[in-house]
């Protein structure tokens, strides 16, 4: 018997847009995406296997697998509710991190988001045209540009973060409190600096 994995179609799109006044996209739950799993498929019956059946297959890197997987559908449903609040993971990102320190270098602000300079640029000449942030260079250094957030852009990241927030309680309101502080534990004992994995393909 040869067998193969299944990917759900879901995996395989992005910008996801909500329903009208629900930041669920198309009345999805956040459990229904996760629960959308691969499968491992027997290819000589067409028919998924059975619990026992995927148990007993070798299965070396499966750990992996699902946690990537789940990444990837909840980054997607992520930024389809950021598309629908007029941001994406990028412009939430920096002005998260300008909210928390403003008045940031555009070199720190890259380094602290894991955003490539020339992405973060093509970013902020967007950010500071819809007037969310403003660049000044440096009083004592003319080389350093500084970022800050505008009145409006304090308001825009506050409605990408309402967007966020949303997700998050679905993901919290699926697991239970320990389940919760033992995923926040795993993450945290996983989790790489910022500078060492740069964020790539999320539009920008």
């Known amino acids: 018997m040869e067998s193969v994995l299944e990917v759900p179609s879901v995996l395989t799109t992005t910008g996801i847009t909500p329903a009208s006044g629900d930041q669920r996209s198309g009345g999805r739950t956040v459990v229904g995406l996760i629960e959308r799993r691969p499968r491992l498929v027997d290819l000589d019956s067409d028919r998924a296997?059975?619990?026992p059946d995927a148990a007993s297959a070798p299965a070396p890197g499966l750990l992996l697998r699902d946690f990537l997987l789940t990444a990837q559908l909840l980054r997607d449903e992520l930024e389809g509710r950021l598309l629908a609040a007029n941001g994406n993971l990028h412009s939430w990102s920096i002005l998260s991190a300008l909210e928390r320190s403003d008045g940031l270098s555009q070199k720190g602000l890259?380094?602290?988001?894991?955003?490539?300079?020339?992405?973060?640029?093509r970013v902020l000449d967007r950010l500071e045209t819809q007037g969310f942030v403003r660049r000044r260079r440096d009083a004592e250094d003319r080389r350093?540009?500084?970022?800050?957030?505008?009145?409006?852009?304090?308001?825009?990241?506050?409605?990408?973060?309402?967007?966020?927030?949303?997700?998050?309680?679905?993901?919290?309101?699926?697991?239970?409190?320990?389940?919760?502080?033992?995923?926040?534990?795993?993450?945290?004992g996983v989790s790489v600096p910022p500078e060492r994995h740069p964020a790539r393909g999320v539009r920008s």
Do not use: F, K, Y
Request: charged letters at 15%.
């Open 110 to 121: 890259s380094e602290a988001c894991g955003i490539d300079a020339p992405t973060i640029t």
């Open 49 to 51: 296997l059975s619990a």
């Open 144 to 188: 350093v540009v500084r970022v800050s957030l505008t009145g409006n852009g304090r308001l825009q990241h506050l409605h990408l973060a309402r967007a966020a927030q949303s997700l998050e309680h679905e993901l919290g309101a699926a697991l239970s409190p320990w389940s919760s502080d033992a995923l926040r534990g795993a993450l945290d």
